[in-house]
Nanobody, 117 residues
Framework: QVQLVESGGGSVQAGGSLRLSCAASGSIFRINTMGWYRQAPGKQREVVAVITSGGSTNYADSVKGRFTISRDNAKNTVNLQMNSLKPEDTGVYYC???????????WGQGTQVTVSS
């Protein structure tokens, strides 16, 4: 079992910044991928950014150049620095953990991000 606890959501005006953090605990396998997904009202959950334990990153086109994902393998944490936020970035942001060693992926409880125009 893996537990994910997110923090850092909130409300901000367009153009502002927020930083999300996620701490993983439990049966962490050292080779894994962690990432952030979001779900806007009435829409499907979508990937925002992911990062492997080796440091490789991938971003949704809509956030490239504005968001930066990072991680600390020693602390099992992943962060998402969000700059130049837009109203369309509004949604519930979920932390995700998965590894090739298990078919099960884990999700955090979600944290609300609201960007007003």
């Amino acid at each position: 079992q893996v537990q994910l606890v997110e923090s850092g959501g909130g409300s901000v005006q367009a153009g502002g910044s927020l930083r999300l953090s996620c701490a993983a605990s439990g049966s962490i396998f050292r080779i894994n991928t962690m990432g952030w997904y979001r779900q806007a009202p009435g829409k499907q959950r979508e990937v925002v950014a992911v990062i492997t334990s080796g440091g490789s990153t991938n971003y949704a086109d809509s956030v490239k150049g504005r968001f930066t994902i990072s991680r600390d393998n020693a602390k099992n944490t992943v962060n998402l620095q969000m700059n130049s936020l837009k109203p369309e970035d509004t949604g519930v942001y979920y932390c995700n953990y998965n590894t090739y060693r298990s078919p099960v992926e884990y999700w955090g409880q979600g944290t609300q991000v609201t960007v007003s125009s």
